[in-house]
């Protein structure tokens, strides 16, 4: 009552407890064994993609177009009458260059010492894709007879028409080998096998299609396969080991 008379504070008759600074419980990182498996599958091809074309050279540019023309049609039909649908035709490239001779040679002086323009190379590349793999031989031997000196093979490659199938078993086994790799880890280290946490993939490095050396086709026996087409898959595979 005097204090209060006196216009001075009270005290409190207890002072309240410091608040208690929270516990946190450390956590641990859970142990991870990283293993890289590896997988292939192989399969028969079922088609092939023929390289062919035509070079022609002549005393002018429009003379050697022209030929290369002709030559070019003749090669196309030929290849439709041995089975390549329309769709399976196309076109890789179209040139048309000059050809240089020295100063003996009589031709269009083109300017540079010692080179003059002796005629002009025209040449037409079409990508031909055979769905009936056993009409390759035929298909090549007919392309070749039609456009005659001027015909041109540059490559032959053989492939599946749907290559997630093969995709799918390589990558299959791929992942059955890293699993059992990481496996064998844990039994090693007395754990067992945890959870999978992270999975990347990588292709194995394997081009496809394969392509066949042009050489290896000849006019009495044509291959109509290189064997079987293999592919394969890599993958890097993070686990918890318990």
């Not at 409190?12 to 641990?28: D, G, I, K, L, M």
């Not at 290849?79 to 390549?84: C, D, H, L, P, S």
């Not at 590349?125 to 031989?137: E, K, V, Y």
């Amino acid at each position: 009552m005097a204090l209060a008379a006196l216009g001075l504070p009270a005290a409190s008759a207890v002072a309240a407890p410091a608040a208690a600074p929270p516990v946190t419980a450390a956590v641990q990182a859970p142990t991870t064994v990283t293993v890289t498996g590896t997988g292939s599958a192989t399969a028969a091809p079922d088609m092939a993609v023929l390289t062919a074309g035509v070079e022609v050279t002549g005393p002018t540019a429009d003379q050697a177009l022209a030929a290369q023309g002709t030559a070019a049609k003749a090669l196309l039909a030929a290849a439709r009458k041995a089975g390549v649908a329309e769709r399976d035709i196309r076109t890789e490239s179209l040139a048309l260059t000059p050809v240089y001779g020295d100063d003996g040679d009589k031709g269009e002086d083109d300017g540079d010492d010692g080179e003059k323009v002796t005629g002009h190379r025209a040449s037409q590349t079409f990508s031909l894709t055979i769905r009936d793999i056993d009409r390759t031989g035929a298909v090549i031997q007919a392309v070749v007879d039609a456009a005659g000196d001027a015909a041109r093979i540059q490559a032959v490659a053989f492939d599946v028409e749907d290559p997630s199938a093969l995709r799918a078993k390589a990558r299959t086994a791929a992942f059955k080998d890293a699993r059992a790799k990481a496996t064998q880890y844990a039994k090693l280290t007395g754990r067992r096998l945890g959870r999978l946490v992270r999975l990347d993939e990588s292709d194995g490095g394997r081009a496809r299609p394969v392509q066949m050396p042009v050489g290896a086709f000849a006019k009495d026996s044509v291959p109509v396969a290189p064997g079987r087409i293999q592919d394969e898959v890599s993958v890097t595979a993070v686990y918890e080991l318990k």
